[in-house]
């Protein structure tokens, strides 16, 4: 985990689906990398699992020694308006929190609240955006109990709940949890055009949670830093001066061949360690 200022290199492990490296192959290479910590996306619901089964995937997920400090939660029907529909997700979600709890080196979840639904062009976006409010913060007070925060992903979508600066304050203040704050995916901001500055000022002690990836900026990338237009140098120092210190996590997509994703997960971690350690804040 980090200490003295220091963060981590993590690496999200949706980044080895559909490939030779999916599963525990996937995380040794990471650690035969060089990579520090690890995010897991969570695609089941944890409460289904017996007892064996969440602690042998526990077990399996720690075996490498890689410290877990993630588990990605996507809710994407915290507002559907089918009550056993958004009750479900709730109830996932707090299931998740509590998989996240016995993992002794988690510190969050990457809490990613989906967006609107037909386009706010049915149902009225305040109650959507009400009811999704409402189960964050009921998650959030689950997550509290446990000793664990909620990291929000802006998403860089038109109908996403979360997708501006001004949406990221107005969720957490409204949400009202200390312990419940925002992710900064650095592409996600850059191709919202969220400047820097505005970051160090207005997330000041509010985030809980970095992710790494490159774009063109115009469209949606998730490619290893360097492959794209993100000023990662004016958002790290920004991120800084937020005062979080935690993991900067690798989140990557498809690269061109899918025979290739080994080659492309070691270049984000070079391209990224050098950005961190340029920017002052991987000190090891």
Avoid at 14 to 20: K, L, N, R
Avoid at 24 to 42: C, W
Avoid at 60 to 77: A, F, K, Q, R
Avoid at 136 to 157: C, N, S, W, Y
Wanted: charged residues 25%; proline residues 6%; aromatic residues 8%.
């Amino acid at each position: 985990m980090p200490q003295n200022g220091s963060w981590t290199l993590g690496l999200i492990d949706s980044a080895w689906f559909g490939t030779e490296y999916e599963g525990r192959r996937g995380r040794e290479e990471a650690k035969r990398i060089g990579f520090e910590s690890l995010d897991l996306f969570v695609g089941f619901d944890p409460g289904k699992l017996s007892k064996a089964e969440r602690q042998a995937y526990i077990d399996e997920n720690l075996s490498t020694g890689l410290p877990v400090v993630s588990l990605v939660c996507t809710c994407l029907g915290l507002s559907d308006f089918n009550p056993a529909i958004r009750g479900y997700h709730i109830e996932r979600a707090k299931n998740v929190v509590d998989l996240a709890a016995d993992m002794p080196t988690t510190r969050n979840l990457c809490f990613v609240p989906g967006e609107y639904m037909f386009q706010k062009k049915l149902i009225p976006a305040k109650g959507e955006w009400d009811a999704v409010v409402d189960a964050t913060r009921q998650v959030g007070a689950h997550a509290a109990t446990r000793k664990r925060e909620l990291a929000i992903e802006l998403l860089p979508f038109e109908f996403s709940f979360i997708n501006s600066l001004d949406t990221m304050e107005r969720f957490l203040d409204e949400v009202g949890l200390a312990n419940v704050k925002a992710t900064i995916d650095i592409s996600h901001f850059w191709l919202m055009r969220i400047p820097p500055v505005e970051v160090a000022k207005r997330l000041k002690g509010r985030v809980a949670h970095v992710h790494m990836s490159d774009c063109d900026g115009t469209n949606h990338g998730d490619m290893p830093p360097g492959r794209g237009n993100t000023p990662f140098a004016d958002y790290l120092a920004a991120i800084r001066e937020t005062g979080f210190v935690g993991a900067a996590s690798i989140e990557l997509e498809f690269p061109p061949d899918p025979r290739g994703m080994a080659a492309w997960v070691a270049e984000a971690h070079g391209a990224a360690l050098q950005l961190l350690k340029d920017a002052h804040v991987h000190t090891r």
